[in-house]
């Protein structure tokens, strides 16, 4: 396929010399090849016949160029100039940036400009810094400022001692996580001020040099030991423009392996276009239309994705014949939960891994079948992997033995949690089936502050894997039958009986609910296994040092595992959250109060606060905390004065109304 033609000085039919103005022409740009005859072709360049006959002046000497061709990569790093107004590398030609605004891919200038504000003005810049996070006010400061961005290539295990390439490094969150942990970093964005914004967030990392460079411009030596392309890859068909998005995604394979070592990787981080959060309801993450991707996104021009059988035969074609493939949920992007290697069978329950639903943070999406249902049918049929929600990608030419971790890792399933908690209790757990142990310990911040403790106790460790179903499963189940009611207030009844056997204390507080040992913060739906042999609580990671009462479990099980999970599918059957827990409640404590309620809910408030700490969790992203959820629900209080016949209409019309404003008389 033909990208450039590039037509220099040549010659009339007669021999003679003909002077003609160098033009360096693109893919799909319209071109007339005129000479003093007049006579001339016109033509859209993406046609690998295209030619030019003896009536075009320089026949003889017009070169075609393919995509990744030296021949149009003349810069090389090592030619770029140190700004130091700026910090990072530029072209000697472009110095000021001016020959490089025009780059397209922007969240705008109001946008990046507080990103780079919020990092000017934080002290800690350091990966996953919580200062950073309270800076998140929407989704794209969110995307740039809150935790969790590298948490899936953190569960590599990648080696310290590596030269690494990011191609695309956007503003810098992923930069700030490889240059902490790697021995050198060079970063190459194509938008200046994205650059400045990523020599920000690593402002004290002498091993970090950033270039500002089109990538289609480059020359890259063979050089480096790992190339990451991030959230890169899909827009290939953007960038390097071409008739065929496959062919301009090889374009862009071909460019990153040309700077890996005889024994390198590239890491690539990508949609998966058959994910199952797609077939749920959300939207195409790029392009922002409901099922594009599964209906092989039937407008051209935009960027795409692939599936896990595309993508491999891609990078076969690209000379990278070994590839590991782990599944991300909800997706690369914030990844909590990554699955390592092919489906093992049904035995190990991987699903029970999923959180749900996949929020699309910044993107609206429908609720159309019970992710956590459907994964579960996924997982039995052997397909988990192949409807993963994003991918991450190891790939190779040859096993390389540096690399051997990240391509065959002793671990089956990774769970990373550093939203909406203290740094200092971020953690990464892993299930070891070889052992069938699931170990979760913290996570080790090379820079940046930590507290010395936290008022809630925290233990993670390591405990015996379980096999069978969580229980929040039954509970989804029970969301989508005809007997939702009944159902729920079974499997608490039984959940309740389990938690006074395990941690009832055999006394009562002074309204005579009993108490409970305050160990048992964690005993609650979706970390309760149903195994062959009864109920067993796992991930049992914080404790509360007072004693708590049986009612304030109920509480919290059902506002995270019974409401909370399964809230998008249970508004044709709640219209009233509060009121549905209390009647639920009172099944098993009839004296259980709208009181009582809020004076549980307060308590909650109060322990998740702790377990965020002073600086962390995001208020952008918290339906827990802050002065809007206050102000929601004292919203909410007074729409309980409206007469349930009322309130019923509203929530029934509210295809009329703004869903957040039907979801204050929803519930």
Not at 216 to 234: F, Q, T
Request: glycine share 8%.
């Amino acid at each position: 396929m033909i990208e450039q033609i590039t037509v220099p000085d040549g010659h009339d039919r007669n021999g003679a010399p003909v002077a003609v103005a160098r033009l360096d022409l693109q893919m799909g740009d319209v071109v007339s090849l005129v000479d003093h005859t007049s006579a001339g072709k016109t033509t859209l360049i993406n046609d690998s016949g295209l030619g030019c006959n003896q009536d075009s002046p320089g026949y003889a000497d017009i070169h075609f160029e393919s995509p990744g061709s030296t021949m149009r990569q003349s810069r090389r790093l090592t030619d770029f100039a140190y700004q130091e107004d700026l910090g990072i590398y530029m072209p000697e030609e472009d110095g000021n940036g001016a020959g490089l605004e025009r780059f397209a891919y922007s969240d705008g200038d109001e946008a990046e400009d507080y990103v780079l504000g919020a990092i000017r003005e934080a002290s800690d810049v350091s990966d996953n810094s919580p200062e950073l996070s309270r800076y998140a006010r929407d989704w794209a400061s969110y995307y740039h400022l809150a935790p969790g961005r590298a948490n899936a290539i953190r569960v590599l295990d990648l080696p310290r001692d590596i030269s690494v390439l990011e191609l695309g490094s956007g503003c810098g969150a992923i930069s700030r996580y490889l240059g902490e942990n790697h021995r050198e970093l060079h970063c190459v964005e194509g938008s200046p001020r994205r650059a400045v914004i990523t020599r920000e967030r690593c402002r004290d990392l002498d091993n970090v040099k950033v270039y500002c460079a089109d990538f289609r411009k480059l020359e890259l030596d063979p050089s480096y030991d790992l190339v990451l392309l991030n959230g890169v890859l899909e827009y290939a068909p953007v960038f390097f423009r071409s008739g065929d998005p496959d062919e301009a995604t090889a374009a862009l394979l071909r460019f990153a392996t040309s700077a890996l070592k005889k024994d390198g990787v590239l890491l690539i981080g990508i949609e998966n276009k058959i994910g199952l959060k797609y077939w749920c309801g959300a939207s195409e993450d790029h392009t922002g239309r409901l099922f594009d991707g599964i209906q092989g996104y039937p407008t051209s021009g935009s960027a795409r994705t692939y599936t896990r059988r595309e993508l491999t035969r891609i990078l076969e074609a690209a000379g990278l014949s070994v590839c590991t493939f782990y599944s991300c949920f909800p997706d690369y992007k914030f990844a909590t939960s990554i699955l390592a290697g092919s489906d093992p069978g049904s035995d190990f329950n991987i699903h029970n891994w999923i959180e749900y639903p996949a929020e699309c943070l910044g993107l609206s999406r429908e609720y159309l079948i019970h992710e956590g249902l459907a994964a579960k049918v996924l997982y039995d049929a052997g397909l988990i992997h192949e409807f993963a929600n994003s991918f991450l990608v190891v790939a190779a030419a040859e096993t390389p033995k540096a690399f051997e971790r990240a391509m065959h890792p002793d671990w089956l399933a990774s769970k990373v949690s550093v939203a909406n908690r203290d740094r200092v209790a971020h953690c990464m757990t892993r299930f070891y089936p070889q052992t069938a142990t699931v170990e979760k310990r913290c996570i080790e911040y090379v820079s940046g502050a930590v507290r010395d403790g936290l008022p809630m106790g925290h233990a993670p460790g390591t405990e015996r894997w379980h096999p069978g179903q969580l229980l929040s499963y039954e509970v989804a189940r029970a969301v989508m039958s005809k007997h939702f009611r009944e159902t729920v207030a079974a499997l608490l009844a039984e959940y309740h009986a389990e938690l006074l056997r395990r941690f009832g204390v055999g006394t009562a507080d002074d309204e005579g609910f009993p108490l409970v040992r305050g160990e048992c913060f964690d005993f609650i739906m979706g970390n309760i296994i149903r195994t062959p042999g009864g109920l067993e609580g796992i991930d049992e990671e914080w404790a509360s040092d007072r004693t708590l009462t049986a009612d304030y479990l109920l509480f919290r099980s059902l506002c995270h595992d019974v409401i909370g999970r399964n809230k998008p599918w249970l508004g044709q059957t709640i219209h009233d959250v509060d009121e549905f827990s209390i009647t639920t409640i009172r099944t098993i404590y009839p004296s259980y109060s709208r009181r009582r309620h809020e004076r549980n809910r307060s308590l909650e408030e109060m322990l998740m606060a702790e377990i965020r700490g002073e600086l962390g969790g995001t208020a952008w992203n918290s339906s827990h905390s802050g002065t809007a959820a206050w102000l929601k629900r004292a919203i909410k209080a007074a729409a309980r004065q409206v007469p349930a016949d009322i309130r019923a209409k509203i929530v029934r019309g509210s295809g009329a109304l703004h869903s957040k404003v039907a979801s204050l008389f929803a519930g």
